[in-house]
């Protein structure tokens, strides 16, 4: 086809997103509606714990319009990183949602899941080709065992594989999955030039980031060597800023963006205003990859989190706060020796100074008040909480130079005092690894529904 048209109604299933404008934007005609399910941006908890991003409720309220096209309209519908962390229990329970659901609307679907766990054995037999992260960091045959679960990111190769397959399909539920991965297989099978494609998927996977205002979803109108952008909603645009922007996402660089494919060089884009709503992307560019690669993410429980919050209004105390929370902690660690052993760990974030930077903070002036927030770890429930109790009374009550007031130090908005949040994982693996050879991403066909 000399068009592909691919809608992309919300940035993150279950966000929500006006079921009136996608309606409308289906009538008019679409070739492929392709959605992002999860992410690692809310850490790895979902991977680690098995939780999903959101609730049952809200996939159903966003899936029912959708499947509701696919039916009606002969629309496929291709689903990443099913549930949030793309395990495959997120990519079982998907499924079975889809079979809820569509049987409720009395329709049958021809459903293809593809699972992306990875077992351990197969990490520990690859662990010597497991490439540093960018911290410089390579795991340890013990990080793999302490992993509750591993995933692997799938490319392009598996959504492109049942796309061209026998078995005709109307909905993928796809696994731990690259977000621009299920664009870029549907456009290239189209004859959309690489480039074009997979900076498509770079774009739409995150909806109407790139509108303003930015929110909802967003239509591609692809052709071989360009793309036209369109909000689902008649209230947004996108311009050349707002699309031009959108390479500053999440990225290390702009021009530059690697993937398990290769590289997508943007360096020669041009981003025109076609109307006052639609911009024309062209210039992207596709460097293959000279071997096959995977990402993979692996997450461990490595103790239990408390937490308490608080703000301060002190200017002295503002002054002199990482010198006082220095030794709030080594007071604390008198009487919890488990933290000075480093079996248990306590970290501050100081809202309103530089809690979102951290030390890359530039703007060092003193504010008038901050917010602190206190995290303990350690490895029982109830250790947990009894440090975060000692460290807590003592932001609260310890003394400090130039004090005035004898009152406590810190103004405390919730009871209880301390929260007990639940267990605390890490990113255990978060590696590039050498896949030649490997077979991963099983797939498996069924029909759902009535």
């Not at 255990?428 to 009535?450: M, N, Q, S, T, Y």
Request: a negative charge; glycine letters at 10%.
């Amino acid at each position: 086809m000399s068009e592909t048209r691919i809608l992309t109604p919300t940035g993150m299933l279950g966000y929500g997103y006006p079921h009136a404008d996608f309606r409308a934007t289906v009538e008019a005609g679409v070739d492929a509606i392709v959605v992002d399910s999860g992410s690692t941006d809310p850490g790895p908890s979902m991977l680690g714990l098995g939780d999903t991003l959101v609730t049952e409720e809200s996939y159903a309220r966003d899936l029912r319009p959708m499947l509701r096209a696919v039916h009606e309209f002969g629309v496929p519908l291709l689903i990443g990183s099913a549930g949030g962390a793309g395990t495959n229990a997120q990519v079982d329970g998907m499924v079975e949602l889809i079979d809820r659901l569509a049987a409720e609307e009395g329709v049958v679907l021809r459903v293809a899941a593809v699972y992306a766990d990875v077992p351990a054995d197969v990490v520990h037999d690859r662990l010597h080709l497991v490439q540093p992260n960018p911290r410089g960091e390579v795991p340890t045959a013990a990080d793999v065992d302490a992993c509750t679960a591993i995933v692997a990111q799938m490319g392009a190769e598996p959504f492109a594989a049942i796309l061209a397959g026998p078995d005709p399909v109307d909905v993928i539920v796809a696994g731990r999955a690259y977000d621009p991965a299920p664009y870029a297989a549907f456009l290239e099978r189209r004859g959309v030039d690489a480039g074009v494609a997979w900076h498509v998927g770079k774009i739409l996977e995150c909806g109407g980031a790139c509108a303003e205002p930015k929110g909802g979803g967003v239509l591609a109108t692809v052709r071989a060597d360009s793309f036209d952008l369109t909000p689902m909603s008649p209230g947004q645009a996108c311009t050349p800023l707002s699309v031009a922007a959108h390479t500053l996402y999440e990225k290390s660089r702009p021009d530059l963006l690697p993937g398990p494919a290769g590289m997508l060089d943007l360096r020669d884009c041009t981003y025109t205003a076609l109307d006052d709503r639609t911009v024309r992307v062209a210039g992207s560019r596709h460097e293959p990859a000279e071997r096959a690669t995977v990402k993979l993410e692996g997450a461990a429980v490595v103790g239990h989190r408390c937490v308490f919050i608080g703000g301060v209004r002190d200017p002295l105390l503002i002054g002199q706060l990482d010198e006082f929370l220095t030794r709030v902690e080594a007071h604390a660690g008198e009487l919890h020796p488990e933290l000075a052993a480093g079996d248990a760990t306590v970290t501050f974030h100081v809202y309103g100074r530089d809690a979102v930077m951290g030390e890359r903070e530039p703007n060092r002036d003193t504010p008038h008040e901050v917010g602190i927030l206190g995290e303990i770890v350690a490895p029982t429930p109830a250790l947990a909480k009894a440090i975060c109790a000692s460290v807590r009374i003592g932001v609260l009550h310890l003394s400090y130079p130039g004090q005035k007031a004898t009152a406590g130090n810190l103004a405390l908005p919730l009871n209880p005092l301390d929260n007990p949040i639940g267990p605390a994982c890490v990113f255990a693996l978060f590696h590039v690894i050498d896949a030649e050879g490997l077979d991963l991403f099983p797939v498996v066909h069924r029909k759902v529904g009535a």
